[in-house]
């Protein structure tokens, strides 16, 4: 990627007229998967108050579903690869439906570790649309508008986040969380589980172009495309610890102090927070038809990292502040990435996307790791973490800006 083809992006469209129906379609897989993880982030809180356990230990909410992902991601493309796109969203979305269907028994016995297999279950599920949706956007137009295209898509996972958070604000955080807490946990998984069986057998009814590889430009010796491309996949892990240790613990730096109650921290993390995330997106996939992707991933990074300062800082109310804007500049990271990533690839798309999306491992590894700073040592040290992960991310942009 280079500031030559920036000028030239803006005559380009976004998506591919022939692909436009796919596009759409595909598009609202972002939707359901980004509700899926963002509904966890107020179920995280939920569980610590109902069972009493802290926040190491509930952040085994997220090491189960992301657990999956890297369990899952590169059989997930060795099936895409094999069955196509079509075949590999309708199996996701199955095994997403079965494993939100299956709260329904968890629930009867409230045992804290039985609901960690449901959310493995939807893990299985999610890295399948993932790995097949990621890289088949990138496709459905020219490669110089990729990142942006990707960032579009992704901005529909934004909104899901937003929804999935103010879904479980409404049925997990109120005053009296322990009662009918069975229900209250089962009766939003039973409705994502029926709709999402239902937009699965759609998907068996229509009919997906198994779009061509493009081939990508050359950019050098082959060697150096590869150095690249890890380095990328070190900047997703490193994003992804960041990013969902940030959202599993936003509501309890947000409440523990008494600042907010939890069901206001909730919603101030989906109208305020995920709010800007999901208009970072908008404007970061219009930005980069005028902007090189690296020169505003590497923007984005900065700001990222003076957030996490200003919020690891005891300034009160602007410390909170700061942690809200965070979401703005890291809402384009991860399409960037991605989409750059692919670029060093050498067009081997199908098993690139799946080596990537072993990325997703770093949201099993981060909130572990912040919950026990957190309760060793303190919510405000504990942004230390997703700070060293942003510095990362920082590196990846530095070096691809230089290529």
Request: hydrophobic share 50%; charged share 10%; proline share 3%.
């Amino acid at each position: 990627m280079n500031n030559n083809n920036t000028s030239s992006s803006n005559r380009i469209a976004l998506v591919a007229r022939e692909y436009l129906v796919p596009f759409i379609l595909i598009t609202s897989l972002f939707f359901m998967w980004g509700g899926a993880r963002a509904i966890l982030d107020v179920l995280n809180k939920h569980f610590q108050l109902t069972f009493g356990i802290n926040k190491a230990h509930s952040a085994l909410m997220q090491s189960a579903i992301y657990g999956a992902y890297f369990l899952g991601a590169i059989p997930a493309g060795m099936f895409i690869k094999r069955w196509g796109t079509r075949r590999g969203v309708v199996t996701g979305l199955t095994a997403f439906a079965i494993g939100s269907l299956l709260f329904i028994p968890v629930s009867y016995v409230m045992q804290f570790e039985l609901f960690l297999l449901p959310l493995f279950v939807i893990g299985c599920g999610l890295v399948m649309l993932e790995t097949a949706a990621n890289p088949y956007v990138t496709l459905l137009g020219d490669p110089r508008t990729s990142a942006g295209r990707l960032n579009l898509a992704q901005s529909f996972n934004g909104l899901g986040c937003i929804m999935g958070v103010l879904l479980g604000g409404f049925f997990f955080l109120h005053d009296d969380v322990q009662a009918g807490s069975g229900t209250k946990i089962a009766l939003p998984y039973t409705f994502i589980g029926i709709i999402v069986l239902a937009v699965a057998f759609a998907f068996t009814r229509v009919k997906l172009p198994e779009v061509k590889q493009i081939k990508q430009s050359e950019k050098g010796n082959t060697g150096g495309f590869r150095r690249l491309f890890y380095v990328g996949l070190a900047a997703l892990v490193a994003y992804e610890i960041a990013e969902i240790s940030i959202n599993t613990f936003f509501i309890n730096y947000m409440s523990d102090d008494g600042f907010l109650s939890p069901k206001d921290a909730a919603t101030l993390l989906s109208i305020g927070g995920l709010g800007l995330f999901l208009g970072g997106r908008v404007a970061g996939s219009l930005l980069m038809r005028r902007i090189a992707a690296p020169t505003m991933l590497m923007i984005c990074a900065i700001g990222t990292i003076a957030a996490m300062i200003f919020t690891m800082m005891p300034l009160g109310t602007a410390s909170k502040v700061a942690l809200v804007v965070c979401f703005a500049f890291e809402s384009i990271m991860f399409p960037t990435i991605f989409a750059l990533s692919l670029g060093y690839a050498g067009g081997n798309t199908e098993r690139a996307s799946s080596i990537l999306m072993l990325s997703v491992v770093g949201g099993a590894i981060g909130p572990l790791a912040m919950g026990w700073v957190s309760d060793t040592i303190s919510n405000s040290a504990s942004f230390a973490i997703p700070l060293a992960g942003y510095a990362v991310v920082l590196i990846f942009a530095l070096l691809t800006r230089r290529n």
